[in-house]
């Protein structure tokens, strides 16, 4: 329950208070990451009750398939972006050390994969009450999307909150008689801007990474025209499948 707590914390922005220990987004990383998982895998099993509930007989392991590649795909994309994401901060003197880089991004997923979840009972509804499988593939393309839109909208109040958080060799040269002050907050400043600015670039990398990688996952929600399958062959892209899928919808039907 511990960890609910934590979350419930997050989501209502009380986390980015300063906590008993006088840090930002002090919460344990492991039981949220647990839960995260918990999350991602009941809205992959919504998109996939899709193909129980839309052929003459019901595929019960895309649910299965669905539950275990959806949390497999933040993960998946995650250790992809992750890298580039320190070493940009590095190179940039960000005060966003490795832990807390770590605590700012899994407070973003969280909130994410928790909107996601939020969103499968209306993703399993319209499963029971259509069988237009190009329009489920959108609306799960619009859930993401407006899951997303929470998820960088929490995570650049994290950042722009916590980089902000003085470091105690900040504090040294503001102590130093020998420093103008008004050059070193103006530094300081202009370091946190930066750190911002990597994040929006890492955001459009880790959403154009995980259209991809959910590609390469494919199918999450079940085309009830084709067998059962883990995975199809490679070919085209994300963005090729959503305008096949939006041709679909106002024409025939899309795989």
Same mark, same amino acid.
């Given at each position: 329950?511990?960890?609910?707590?934590?979350?419930?914390?997050?989501?209502?922005?009380?986390?980015?208070? !300063?906590?008993?220990?006088?840090?930002? &987004?002090?919460?344990?990383? *492991?039981? =949220?990451? %647990? /839960?995260?998982?918990? $999350? #991602? @895998?009941?809205?992959?099993?919504?998109?996939?009750?899709?193909?129980?509930?839309?052929?003459?007989?019901?595929?019960?392991?895309?649910?299965?398939?669905?539950?275990?590649?959806?949390?497999?795909?933040?993960?998946?994309?995650?250790?992809?972006?992750?890298?580039?994401?320190?070493?940009?901060?590095?190179?940039?003197?960000? !005060?966003?050390?490795?832990?807390?880089? &770590?605590?700012?991004?899994? *407070?973003? =997923?969280? %909130? /994410?994969?928790?909107? $996601? #979840? @939020?969103?499968?009972?209306?993703?399993?509804?319209?499963?029971?009450?259509?069988?237009?499988?190009?329009?489920?593939?959108?609306?799960?393309?619009?859930?993401?999307?407006?899951?997303?839109?929470?998820?960088?909208?929490?995570?650049?109040?994290?950042?722009?909150?916590?980089?902000?958080?003085?470091?105690?060799?900040?504090?040294?040269?503001?102590?130093?008689?020998?420093?103008?002050?008004?050059?070193?907050?103006?530094?300081?400043?202009?370091?946190?801007?930066?750190?911002?600015?990597?994040?929006?670039?890492?955001?459009?990398?880790?959403?154009?990474?995980?259209?991809?990688?959910?590609?390469?996952?494919?199918?999450?929600?079940?085309?009830?025209?084709?067998?059962?399958?883990?995975?199809?062959?490679?070919?085209?892209?994300?963005?090729?499948?959503?305008?096949?899928?939006?041709?679909?919808?106002?024409?025939?039907?899309?795989?």
């Amino acid at each position: 329950m511990n960890v609910l707590r934590q979350l419930d914390r997050i989501l209502r922005g009380d986390a980015l208070d !300063r906590g008993p220990t006088g840090r930002r &987004l002090d919460f344990a990383v *492991a039981p =949220l990451v %647990v /839960l995260a998982v918990l $999350l #991602a @895998a009941s809205y992959g099993a919504c998109m996939g009750a899709f193909a129980v509930l839309a052929r003459d007989t019901p595929e019960w392991r895309q649910v299965l398939a669905s539950a275990v590649k959806v949390p497999l795909l933040f993960v998946l994309t995650l250790v992809v972006t992750f890298p580039s994401l320190y070493v940009f901060s590095a190179l940039l003197g960000s !005060r966003l050390r490795l832990p807390d880089l &770590l605590r700012v991004v899994t *407070a973003g =997923l969280a %909130v /994410l994969v928790t909107v $996601l #979840a @939020a969103f499968g009972p209306i993703v399993a509804f319209f499963s029971v009450s259509t069988t237009n499988y190009p329009f489920i593939l959108l609306l799960n393309v619009a859930v993401f999307a407006a899951a997303g839109g929470f998820g960088v909208t929490y995570l650049y109040r994290a950042v722009a909150r916590t980089a902000a958080d003085p470091r105690p060799d900040d504090e040294s040269a503001d102590a130093d008689p020998e420093e103008d002050e008004r050059d070193v907050r103006a530094a300081r400043r202009e370091r946190d801007r930066d750190t911002r600015r990597v994040f929006v670039v890492w955001v459009l990398v880790f959403g154009l990474v995980g259209a991809q990688s959910g590609w390469i996952l494919r199918p999450f929600v079940g085309s009830p025209d084709l067998p059962f399958t883990w995975f199809r062959p490679k070919q085209g892209s994300f963005f090729e499948g959503v305008g096949t899928s939006v041709r679909g919808l106002f024409g025939g039907q899309s795989r």
